[in-house]
């Protein structure tokens, strides 16, 4: 599997990719061709689908890796709220960067999946096991490919605008399986016209610029890019982010990826979110200013949001790790809720007007809550900034809506 992933980015043109299903390859355990579904061993080994769902997961630095046996291919998705997409492809179940504040766990594509969590990955509960379970689904482009072969409608919100978000629920470039199925993902979109958003915490992403630079080309007639590359940079503090991102890759090494990309010409967008309460004006500025540096396209920015299981594990991680003044503050907003309000309106004020000193668009995205917080004139002026759609040049997806 690994194998044929890898003959296919060597190909001449990055857009031709090997179709697994088109090829008669066998499985590697029970000799049968691969026909429809399949998988493969954490070493790389082609499986049909019969002898993948019956693997053992193994055990790789305490994450448990397997197959994901779920149909997903493309979901309709609510992130047009945040002028990020209308639709998203998660290439795995499961994340290994286990971001402490993650609210995926909390959704019911974890909730609701905890008996196949149980039978796939002897996951007990999967969501205080977050970071120690990841299911992948290998034949996502394949499947992929056949879908929007058979698609009739697109759904094009005007704040979405028909984009599709790789991934909102893993990190898609977390290591080379899921990079292989990300990159596979984005082929199949972009060669059919559907416009594609990267979003990812991991420097790797800068292994594909081939196939964002194709992407780009391919945009030439249109009006707007087929391709725009992300990542969640919150704060430039490595220790502090690893405090409750233990297992994601340094936020100065996300930093330099997303400037090789941009400096080969793919349009590239910050995630500053979930920012800190321990954040000053000055990290903003020096933050701000680097993404201005980038030539990023926008920063949406968001304050971290106290609700939801998961908050107080973040601020035990933090306490764990010797982070007491992240911790006392994490408490402060959790139990303070004007305190909360107080810090998220300030840290959204100070990202606007330093977006305007650099010269760099901002995008916030204020709570729901926040805005029932605060008088009638501040929520009026915070629900525009909700309903507002992102100034990125977005090339329409190829089939009518
Ligand atoms: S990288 Fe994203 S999906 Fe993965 S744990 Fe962190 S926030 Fe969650
Ligand atoms: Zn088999």
């Known amino acids: 599997m690994d194998a044929i992933r890898e ?20 499985c590697a355990s029970c000799g049968n061709e691969i026909a429809e579904r399949f998988s ?8 049909c689908w019969e002898c993948a769902i019956d693997q053992e997961s193994t055990t790789k630095n305490g994450v448990e890796h397997t197959t994901d046996p779920a149909k997903v291919v493309l979901s309709e998705s ?40 149980s039978e796939q990955a002897s996951v007990s509960d999967g969501q205080t096991d977050w970071g120690s379970y990841l299911l992948y689904r290998d034949d996502l482009p394949e499947r992929l490919a056949r879908k929007l072969g058979r698609k009739q409608k697109w ?149 971290i949001n106290p609700r939801g299981g998961n908050f107080q594990m973040t601020i035990k991680a933090a306490e764990e790790a010797g982070k007491d003044h992240l911790a006392d503050e994490l408490k402060k907003i959790s139990n303070d809720r004007e305190y909360w309000v107080k810090y998220s309106i300030q840290q959204m004020q100070w990202a606007e007007e330093l977006g305007a000193k650099h010269d760099v668009d901002v995008h916030v995205w204020p709570d729901k809550q926040v805005i029932k917080s605060v008088g009638e004139s501040q929520a009026k002026s915070l629900k525009e900034q909700r309903t507002a759609v992102s100034p990125e040049n977005i090339a329409d997806p190829s089939l009518p809506s």
Do not use: W
Request: overall charge neutral.
């Open 155 to 303: 759904k094009t919100t005007n704040r979405g605008r028909g984009v599709v978000m790789i991934s909102s629920g893993t990190d898609c470039y977390q290591d080379r399986r899921a990079a292989q199925i990300t990159r596979g993902c984005i082929i199949e979109l972009i060669s059919r016209g559907f416009p594609v958003r990267i979003l990812t915490r991991s420097p790797a992403v800068a292994r594909d610029i081939d196939v964002f630079q194709r992407g780009i080309e391919l945009s030439e007639k249109r009006d707007g890019e087929l391709i725009r590359v992300g990542s969640s940079i919150p704060c430039l503090d490595d220790k502090q982010v690893k405090a409750i991102e233990p297992g994601a890759p340094p936020p100065s090494a996300r930093l330099e990826a997303l400037r090789k990309i941009s400096q080969a010409g793919i349009p590239v967008y910050v995630s500053m979110s979930p920012t800190y309460p321990t954040q000053t004006y000055e990290e903003f500025d020096n933050l701000i200013e680097e993404f201005a540096n980038l030539d990023a396209e926008v920063v949406f920015q968001e304050p």
């Open 78 to 117: 609510g992130l047009y709220h945040k002028s990020l997409c209308d639709y998203v492809i998660n290439v795995a179940t499961g994340c290994s960067h286990g971001c402490k504040f993650c609210y995926v766990p909390s959704t019911p594509n974890i909730t609701a999946r905890q008996d196949m969590l």
């Open 40 to 47: 493969a061993t954490y070493q790389g080994d082609i499986l």
């Open 7 to 26: 003959k296919s980015r060597k190909k001449g043109d990055p857009l031709e990719r090997i179709d697994v299903l088109a090829t008669g390859h066998k």
